[in-house]
């Protein structure tokens, strides 16, 4: 086999096995492939991450089914402890045996038409196989719009759904038809090169949600939950519902912290200077990794690292986010 091949061809090159290093090794599939082949591997990376994934890699992904049994024995057990105390919390629940398994938020900005909050979506098809769909409808009381869900919808509502409230990167006033760029809906500045500040508030690392007086809102529209017989339903958004996302808030509010300190959830910097980087920056203001996850996903996510970390399986666990 090619093991062997590589093991002659190594031996008679150099008298011993070779040696492959990989100084630049990303993801791990230079060093991967080569232990694979019997090779002596050697990686190294810059970046922390890619580090642990080429490690991950080769120990784990290359660690033969005794290992991988370890590690997926693991990571049931991390996700069971975890699953028992969302379950606990009960804030994926609706307390009718129905549980849920989507959640749909979009971000608010106002309309300088009107100066309502219109909420931001290129469609509000929700499920064309299931021909389910949003429809705004405008609240005095809202400062803004409600988000209604509709299942079972009409040729005619499925064909109105289409046309959202974003389009070609513009915000479109459900009211007047007036389309506004982003540029401006932000506040950004032109400076005598073309360039000038971001018109955002920038996040603090405390900023979990945006803050009132922020330019873009974020809000929950639509739930979908699954019954105990497996049945898919497509709901609006109840007071309950609000109040359940208030609880994960307060939960992680309680936690983050010690968790950010522990590693459970990111705590790193956004750096600056490349044009990936700098978008979340310019478009959202946010400035931490984190920021880019909604609490809920935080408050999971968190809670899964933790019981990971606390399992008794010595196997490093590698989590799908």
């Known amino acids: 086999d090619l093991a062997e091949l590589f093991d002659q ?6 008298g011993r096995t070779a040696r492959v290093g990989d100084c630049f090794c990303g993801g791990g599939s230079i060093p991967f492939e080569a232990a694979r082949l019997g090779l002596e591997s050697y990686g190294s990376d810059l970046s922390p991450v890619a580090a642990l994934l080429s490690w991950a890699a080769v120990n784990l992904v290359g660690g033969g089914t ?30 009718e045996g129905n549980r849920a398994d989507s959640y749909l938020y979009c971000v608010e900005a106002k309309s300088p038409a009107t100066g309502l909050w219109v909420p931001l979506a290129p469609s509000w098809v929700i499920s064309e196989k299931y021909k389910v769909v949003a429809e ?17 919808a009409t040729d005619e509502q499925m064909a109105a759904a289409k046309k959202g409230t974003v389009q070609g990167g513009e915000l479109v006033c459900p009211e007047t038809g007036n389309r506004y ?17 971001y018109g955002l508030r920038l996040w603090e690392n405390e900023d979990l949600v945006p803050r009132p007086e922020d330019v873009f809102q974020e809000r929950l529209y639509c739930v979908r939950w699954v019954t105990s017989g497996g049945e898919r339903l497509y709901k609006s958004v109840t007071n309950a519902d609000l109040a359940r996302e208030e609880k994960v808030l307060s939960l992680l509010k309680d936690r983050f912290t010690d968790w ?24 959202r203001g946010w400035t931490h990794w984190h920021h880019l996850f909604h609490p809920r996903q935080l408050l999971t996510n968190g809670l899964v690292a933790m019981e990971s970390i606390n399992s008794n399986h010595a196997a490093f666990l590698i989590l799908e986010v």
């Open 136 to 152: 705004l409808k405008r609240s005095a009381e809202l400062g803004g719009y409600d988000i209604s869900i509709v299942t079972s």
């Open 66 to 95: 005794e290992v991988q049994d370890e590690v997926r024995k693991a990571q049931e057990e991390a996700w069971e402890a975890a699953d028992r105390q969302i379950t606990a919390w009960g804030i994926e629940h609706d307390g």
């Open 9 to 14: 061809l190594s031996r008679k090159a150099f």
């Open 181 to 197: 760029g982003m540029a401006g809906i932000r506040g950004d500045r032109r400076g005598g090169g073309g360039e000038g500040p």
């Open 260 to 283: 950010q300190e522990k590693g459970y959830i990111p705590s790193m910097r956004i750096h600056r200077g490349g044009d990936k980087t700098e978008e979340p920056i310019r478009t």
